[in-house]
């Protein structure tokens, strides 16, 4: 579980606070997303909630973040990185680059932590398995696709066994069957061991289909917190710049022409549009 | 970014079986024995005697020979022409229009060599038999501090990285209209939006590494453990002391023999 209890953080030398007075509480296993325009502060609550800020990047945090029953503020990072994963989004930056092959790079963290190898071998070849890169298990970090160093950089972020995943935007290098697998990973992840997911991503649509709660950001704030089909389907996406789904667009297209009645519900995901315009039509 | 800038060559020999400090205390003494030996010839008795055994038995024979070659023969061919003709006073051996072979500056260019070809394979030899990341692992095992290992495997490592993205720079600036051919004049200002651009997206890069190894627990205290496991043969540790004793001998022989 994590907590954030009116937290205000603002970066070295600025004056414009990145997050401004956030308090929300996001229960243990649940899947939450987090969305908003580019600037909103999405990635600056992802290092906050990793504890990077303030212990990275020092500026002026007032609030409590509370992850996994530790204050950020009051332990070091190293006593967080067990307990909070964080994968960024660009893959090709987190590759140790120390490494030979995928499967030592897998067991980078698991090495700093000190895990004994056998229970290392274990951890690495199931996370492999997970995020479907066993086959890449000998390959070089170095040579291996965005979308393969992204499920590589995944895979040794839950090769550590974290309770918080905290993910920046982990699919933008893969195309869609592969952002599907990943998301789909996670989610079960999710569930069976009851780890809490932060999704960061601008893609709604995946948001729509995978996310238990959505919290849209916008210069720094909550502006709004709820289920993916009340919040994407809601006007506050738009009055942020935040985007909409596709599903939802057409929606409003119709909407528009008289297509679509005013008091039916805008679709967020495929299904839901699919049965919503085979019941409107004539 | 397809490549890896270690020269490492995985091969099942006997050679890669030794534990990297043995490679490292073998190519030191190599070393000593290059810089101190007496001999005009010494140099390439020891490469005949030594190196190519030694990269006959670690099965890299070939990528040795192309990888010694193109750094030794240029200066090879240059310490002739310089050592050979610039030479003051020396005996003349013959001579052309203006230019003149004396054999002391012959003599001193053939010694030069010698040792150039030495050092330059045994270290290539090194390189070829030893992983990176197994030297920095047996080394912070010893004591080195695991920053220090971090940075230069992760420098090695990263080259072609940083290689390919000079390439993407000069392409995006060539796209713009940036002349990087021609006069020097030309050539000189067209430094400047090359090297901002790589230097401050190379700091971006290490704020952002510097992240993502700290989300791997690289600061993490107390004991770390190895997904490798480097194997160490019984011999291996006194092998090391004796070929430790080669340095002073080494070292004798030069005193004696001058």
Partial sequence: MLTLDHVTYRYPNTERPALRDLSLTIPAGQFCAVVGANGAGKSTL??????????????????????????????????????????FQNPYNQISGTKFTVREEVAFGLENLGVPRAEMLERIAATMQLTGIAALAERSPLTLSGGQMQRVALASV????????????????????????????????????????????????????????????????????????????????????????????AARLARAQGGWPANQPLPVTLPQAVAAFQAARP | MSEQFSIFQSRPSRLHALHPVTKLVLTFCLLAAALLLPGLWTNY???????????????VTGPLLRAVWPTVLPFAISVFLIQGIIYPHGTPLFSLGPLTLKREGLLLAISGTGRILMVVSNFILFALITRP??????????????????????????????RARAAAILDAQHAR?????????????????????LILSSLVDVEERALAIE????????????????????????????L???????????LWLG
Avoid: C
């Avoid at chain 2, 005697?49 to 990269?55: E, G, T, Y």
């Fill in chain 1, 158 to 249: 839950l090769a550590m066994q974290p309770q918080v995943l905290v993910l920046d935007e982990p699919a933008s290098q893969l195309d869609p069957i592969g952002t599907r697998e990943v998301l789909a990973a996670v989610q079960a992840l999710a569930a069976s061991r009851r780890i809490t997911v932060v999704l960061i991503e601008h893609k709604l649509e995946w948001v729509a289909a995978f996310a238990d709660r959505v919290l849209v950001l916008a210069d720094g704030a909550l502006v709004a917190d709820g289920p993916p089909a009340e919040v994407l389907a809601s006007d506050v996406l738009l009055t942020h710049a935040a985007g909409q789904t596709r599903y939802t667009q």
């Fill in chain 2, 244 to 254: 430790l004793l080669t340095v002073p001998v080494s070292l004798g022989l030069r």
């Fill in chain 1, 46 to 87: 992802a290092y906050t909630l990793a504890g990077f800020v303030p212990h990275f990047y020092h500026g002026t945090l007032t609030g409590a973040v509370t992850v996994a029953g530790l204050n950020t503020a009051s332990v070091t990072l190293a006593d967080l990185v067990r307990r909070v994963g964080l994968v």
């Fill in chain 2, 45 to 59: 008795l020891l490469f005949a005697l030594a190196i190519l055994p030694l990269a006959t038995l670690g099965q």
């Fill in chain 2, 177 to 197: 209209g940036l002349e990087t051919t021609g006069s020097l004049r030309r050539r000189l200002s067209a430094i400047v939006p090359l090297v901002v651009p």
């Fill in chain 2, 215 to 242: 989300a791997r627990a690289f600061n993490h205290p107390g004991p770390k453990t190895s997904l490798i496991e480097i194997t160490e043969a019984g011999w291996e540790r006194p092998a090391r002391w004796l």
């Fill in chain 2, 133 to 162: 990341d197994t030297l920095m692992l047996s080394l912070v095992q010893r004591g080195v501090p695991g920053g220090l290992a971090y940075i230069v495997v992760a420098s090695i490592q990263l080259v072609p990285r940083f």
